[in-house]
């Protein structure tokens, strides 16, 4: 049978396997936001969500999600913290890539290929709710994300929102509790409002074309630093190149 998102699904020790390897990805992220960017970086959505039912990740969830709290409440604002936010990631090493809708962000490092890396979002307060990408506006405070707890996941340290129950119910509902492996939110109605309202965070093809034609010009001084892959602005052909940059 294929699985939620139509594929062949992957052998059980092929999903270990991945899910350890996210796990190592976001040791790495997690310490970079810690001593650099003073904020930490928390669990999201279904990572979160295997972790605080059931103790260890979905067994098959094939992604990591994670955020960060801004403290902003302007989405243009956000977004150009945003900007600086992958721009020190980019200096240390890191690798950024910008979906087609120009959403933040996708986190890797050069050593991991493109179909493992994390999900990245800012998390803001804004008219009495809390935002996020994809879909999230909750009528939940802050607080209960800026303060977080810190858990172990398969012996790595991992950081969750204090209210983390509480999110979990917002968003996925009162039953939430009940493991689900078909359940997917792509077909959930989302308000004209709310879409606009994140789609703000997100980035324009110039905000990018500018974006990365400032990061080459300090890679000629700066050869450590990692790459900006705007997936929308990149070619699709030679095919196998872009699966090797973009992912499917």
């Given amino acids: 049978m294929l699985d939620k998102k139509g594929y062949l699904p992957p ?32 669990l999201m959505y279904g990572t979160l969500l295997g972790l605080y039912r059931d103790g260890d990740l979905i067994p098959h969830d094939d992604d990591f999600d994670v955020g960060y709290i801004s403290e902003h409440e302007d989405p243009h604002a956000i977004k150009m913290e945003t900007r600086e936010i992958i ?9 950024v890539a910008v979906n087609r809708r120009g959403r933040p962000f996708r986190l890797r490092t050069p050593s991991t290929g493109a179909e493992l890396h994390l999900d990245v979002r800012p998390v803001w307060y804004q008219d009495k ?91 000629e ?11 929308g602005l990149t070619d699709l052909y030679p095919l196998e190149q872009y699966r090797q940059r973009c992912g499917i």
């Fill in 11 to 42: 052998l059980p020790e092929e999903v270990r396997a991945r899910q350890d390897a996210y796990l190592a990805l976001y040791a790495a992220a997690r310490e970079f936001f810690d001593n650099n960017l003073g904020r930490p970086l928390f």
């Fill in 87 to 95: 721009l020190k990631l980019l200096r240390a090493g890191f690798t």
């Fill in 129 to 219: 709710r809390v935002w996020a990408h994809k879909q999230a506006c909750l009528a939940l405070p802050l607080e209960g994300f800026r303060q977080v707890e810190r858990r172990t996941l398969r012996g790595t340290a991992v950081y969750i929102p204090r209210d983390a129950e509480k999110f979990l119910e917002a968003y996925y509902g009162h039953t939430w509790t009940t493991p689900d492996p078909g359940y997917t939110n792509s077909t959930r109605l989302v308000p004209r409002s709310v879409k606009a309202n994140l789609s703000a965070t997100c980035f324009n093809p110039n905000e990018l074309r500018k974006l990365s034609h400032e990061v080459n010009q300090e890679r």
């Fill in 221 to 231: 001084h700066r050869p450590e630093m990692g790459e900006l892959i705007a997936i």
